[in-house]
């Protein structure tokens, strides 16, 4: 009897082997249809809208291309950030919807986005005269009325 008994949990045994091998393939093919784990995360977009106080859009935009632009730059050269670019309206528009620049940062992934990096090494590389680089930072943004932050996705239009 007690052969009996070995012989059906050894049984018993290799269909939970069978059955837990038949649902690992089908976790791994419905994860393969998702996007594995070797599938990049895709890029992630922030608009940062700036609103100068009246006069002073140029002494913003010289400040930043001077203090804050080779930042980012840097932060481009080590591969978190995909891309840097920066418009402004063509023609005016009312006050409460006036903005003076729009910088648009690709990041190569929401994590790299949004994982509170820390770029005081950049900068202290980049500006060695750190009074005088806090102090023009500290202008660039007391000249701004207003500015925010805007995380963006892409709208498909072809899909239903």
Same mark, same amino acid.
């Given at each position: 009897?007690?052969?009996?008994?070995?012989?059906?949990?050894?049984?018993?045994?290799?269909g939970?082997?069978?059955?837990?091998?038949?649902?690992?393939?089908?976790?791994y093919r419905?994860? $393969? /249809?998702?996007?594995?784990? @070797?599938e990049a995360?895709? %890029?992630?977009?922030?608009?940062? #809208?700036?609103?100068?106080?009246?006069?002073?859009?140029?002494?913003?935009?010289?400040?930043?291309?001077?203090?804050?632009?080779?930042v980012?730059?840097?932060?481009?050269?080590?591969?978190?950030?995909?891309?840097?670019?920066?418009?402004?309206?063509?023609?005016?528009?009312?006050?409460?919807?006036?903005?003076?620049?729009?910088?648009?940062?690709?990041?190569?992934? $929401? /994590?790299?986005?949004?994982? @509170?990096?820390?770029?005081? %090494?950049?900068?202290?590389?980049l #500006?060695?005269?750190?009074?005088?680089?806090?102090?023009?930072?500290?202008?660039?943004?007391?000249?701004?009325?207003?500015?925010?932050?805007?995380?963006?996705?892409?709208?498909?239009?072809?899909?239903?």
């Open positions: 009897m007690r052969m009996k008994t070995n012989r059906w949990l050894g049984c018993t045994g290799f939970v082997l069978v059955a837990m091998a038949i649902l690992g393939a089908g976790h419905a994860k $393969a /249809a998702q996007g594995g784990p @070797n995360a895709p %890029p992630f977009v922030i608009e940062y #809208y700036y609103k100068t106080k009246w006069g002073h859009a140029d002494e913003f935009l010289a400040l930043f291309k001077k203090n804050h632009y080779p980012l730059k840097k932060e481009m050269e080590l591969g978190r950030i995909l891309k840097v670019s920066m418009t402004a309206p063509r023609f005016h528009t009312t006050e409460d919807g006036r903005w003076d620049y729009r910088v648009t940062i690709v990041f190569k992934d $929401a /994590a790299i986005a949004n994982d @509170n990096f820390d770029s005081a %090494p950049l900068i202290k590389q #500006y060695p005269d750190q009074e005088a680089y806090k102090k023009e930072e500290q202008r660039r943004f007391e000249i701004l009325d207003a500015h925010w932050d805007l995380p963006i996705k892409e709208v498909d239009l072809a899909g239903h």
